[in-house]
């Protein structure tokens, strides 16, 4: 009789983690998912023929087990896509044996990656570029003093106790307080002080303002260090399914069940139950109220931990691990999507667009007088994201927020009338410009780093005990993990179950998607 794994949650970890099973061992997955979507915050929202990116999804990874992974599902294109065909453009290194995205649906088109900075009603490059533009906009004496203040952070270094003294220490006071204090805190709801360096270290990595001069002066001069790494943030390129993420993960989601697998939408995992040291079942709830007990020799959660802890039944739990578990903080996030005929930004660099529409894919806004944290141009992550792509452009209006807050507890038609108004605020939209709307809701989006994260690691060690249970994903480990370091964590997972070495979790625990993984 075949051994079965559960899975909690059908988003890029859980799926990655029943394709695996099925892949490399005899073990049967079953996937539970909560909501009716595929692809957790990497679904795509169908909306009145328009597709909306939760979040915006590059597909870019350091690691090349993930790149040949996503490539094995979704080959990259070999002929032009509609925008190109439009601007009877031919500058991508397309694949000569690649699908033609005009003709096919399963492709991966090449994607330019444009995202800049709005701020002052100026653009700046995203990251911040030592660029002559940057000068006109901030103007000299504001560049001297960026410039002073950086060197001043060179020689003398903050303890890196919060994210404050990490951007401090990478890019100088002055530049920290302009362009990283209020945004972050728009994005986090709490200052910079008060939030933990780990989520810098991790998302900022090995930027700076020395990083970004020297990418700058070797792309001026032609120069290419082999020796040096691209930092994440400064990628020109990445891959991106036709249909958006949603897409991939639905391809990948009818793979799982071609092969055995199953899937289970509107399904809740809502206790999970012990024996010893080991998940015996779990009793899942369906959408009609009626709950069923599942044995299982696997247990793969990509849940939050804070609701992991609270349905874990018949074993012993700390109550100091409890109430971290409880107490663990997260953001929340919501998405309004609007249909417009045009927008009011025009583009004026060099790139050739459509109708000179911006080539943003993201446009970060950081305008302290609206609380709208980013806006996405759906039209430049893919074409056919956009029902009418040629008369009309699709865009996303991102904000950041706390389950219970005002923004969230707001009213969907007043909270859509509000965004409309900011974007005319700021400049960007015409009155009366919008054709269409959509407003997604999106809980626990992103863990955060404050409050009882400080103390996760006792829960880490406890959850570690329960010998075939697993943590995977961002929720499921309580880390702002990109979309192939959670892919990684299960694919980590699935190599331990092979293995048949369930006792030492670190490896998963411990995933980095800058190195290459090897199959044992």
Known sequence: MKKIALIAGAGPAG???????????????????????????????????????????????????????????????GAPSKDDIL??????????????????????????RISRII????????????????????????MLKISLGYLWSCIHK??????????????????????????TEKVWGIHPSKLGADWGSQRVKGLSISVVLRDMLNKSFGLKNKSEKTETSLIKEFIYPKYGPGQFWETVADKITLSGGTIEKNSTISRVHINGS???????????????????????????????????????????????????????FITVGLCV???????????KTFQNRVPDTWIYIQERDVKIGRLQIFNNWSPYLVKDYEHTMWIGLEY???EGDELWKMEKDAFISMAIKELETIDILEPGAVIDACHVKIKKAYPAYYGSYYRFDEVKTFLDKIENLFCLGRNGQHHYNNMDHSMLTAIEAINCIKKGDLADKKSIWNVNAEKDYHEA
């Open 341 to 351: 005929e045009k927008i009011k930004i025009k583009n004026k660099t060099k790139i």
């Open 87 to 112: 601007l009877n453009l031919n500058n991508k290194k397309l694949d000569p044996s690649g699908p033609n995205p005009e003709k096919t649906d399963n492709v991966m088109l090449l994607r330019h």
């Open 15 to 77: 799926l990655t983690a029943a394709y695996e099973l099925l892949q490399q061992t005899d073990v049967c997955p079953e996937v539970h998912e909560t909501t009716n979507a595929i692809g957790g915050i990497s679904q795509t929202i169908f909306y009145h023929g328009n597709r909306m990116d939760i979040g915006g999804h590059r597909f870019f990874s350091k690691n090349q087990h993930i790149m040949k992974w996503w490539n094995n599902i979704m080959p990259v294109q």
């Open 278 to 332: 080991r998940v015996v079942a779990v009793s899942v709830t369906k959408e009609d109220g009626s709950t069923e007990k599942r044995p299982c020799d696997y247990f793969l959660s990509t849940m939050p931990i804070k609701d992991l802890i609270s349905i874990i039944d018949d074993i012993e739990i700390p109550e100091t691990v409890r109430k971290i578990a409880s107490e663990l903080p997260y953001r929340d």
């Open 119 to 142: 701020f002052l009603q100026k653009f700046f490059d995203y990251p911040i570029s030592m660029k002559k533009q940057t000068f006109i906009n901030l103007g000299v004496l504001q």
């Open 158 to 183: 903050l303890p890196e106790t919060s994210l404050e003294n990490f951007y401090i220490n990478r890019f100088g006071r002055p530049l920290y307080e302009l362009f990283f204090e209020a945004y």
């Open 400 to 402: 950041f927020c706390t």
